[in-house]
């Protein structure tokens, strides 16, 4: 059985139920946003210490734009505030920040901030923390079939990312919404029915002490644990 500590788990998250975690308390949907980007920070903050060397947290599907425009640029103005807020954060700590999905649809100046993000967070060497903005995990495929005709399933994962081991979804919903469909193929499944406002970093050691105790075939035998690819 690999220890607790194992470095290299690829975490992915699926933030869900700040609408409603607000709505039960008579709040605006805003506040639960608001309170969800400190559950990113608490969450952040503890994954390197679970052996978390990736983590990719769905912030805004490509769907998301289908949502009230009020909402919309609310989510737009949050994630400005978070990367340029937490860049001085991420560089102390080690942690390089990235954006996965489409840049061409979202306003200037938040392309403007995941670029300086990223520039200023490169090298961080304790956690990679890939943002999924205006993400859609089928866009992504068909993107990378373009570019990797005739080559073979490593070309593929490299130009969509790396495989989950780990997949949480918040808020009692049992579905993938469009995230990392090509990435979780071998994922360990984790729902929870804590609103994300309220998940933290004891949530996220849970999860992690649930994954240590599935054990993973990868199509093999059980009990041999063989990893399919590195
Ligand atoms: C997740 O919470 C955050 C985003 C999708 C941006 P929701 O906003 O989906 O919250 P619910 O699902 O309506 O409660
Ligand atoms: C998925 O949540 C997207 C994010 C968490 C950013 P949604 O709340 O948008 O998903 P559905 O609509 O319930 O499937
Ligand atoms: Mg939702």
Redesign the pocket.
């Given at each position: 059985m690999e220890s607790q500590t194992a470095p290299g788990l690829h975490v992915a998250i699926?933030?869900?139920g700040n609408g409603r975690w607000a709505n039960q308390r008579g709040l605006p949907r805003l506040a639960g946003h608001r309170v969800g980007v400190e559950a990113v920070r608490h969450t952040v903050e503890a994954a390197p210490g679970l052996g978390i060397k990736v983590l990719t947290l769905?912030?805004?599907?490509a769907?998301?734009w289908r949502r009230p425009p009020r909402e919309v640029s609310a989510l737009m103005r949050l994630l400005g505030h978070y990367l340029t807020q937490e860049t001085d954060r991420c560089i102390a700590t080690g942690v390089q920040l990235e954006a996965i999905g489409r840049r061409d649809r979202l306003p200037a100046s938040v392309v403007r901030m995941i670029e300086d993000a990223e520039r200023h967070t490169i090298g961080g060497g304790k956690l990679r923390l890939r943002l999924?903005i205006d993400y859609s995990a089928r866009h992504a495929i068909v993107e990378a079939a373009s570019r990797a005709q005739g080559q073979g399933a490593e070309a593929w994962s490299k130009l969509l990312g790396p495989d989950v081991d780990l997949l949480i979804r918040t808020s009692g919903?049992q579905?993938l919404?469009d995230?990392l469909l090509w990435e979780s193929a071998y994922a360990e499944i984790v729902f929870t029915s804590r609103m994300w406002p309220e998940f933290s970093a004891r949530d996220l050691a849970d999860a992690v002490a649930e994954f240590h105790r599935r054990d993973r075939r990868f199509g093999a035998i059980a009990g041999s644990n063989s990893r399919r690819t590195a």
């Open positions: 699926i933030m869900d769905y912030a805004f599907s769907d998301n999924a919903e579905r919404s995230f």
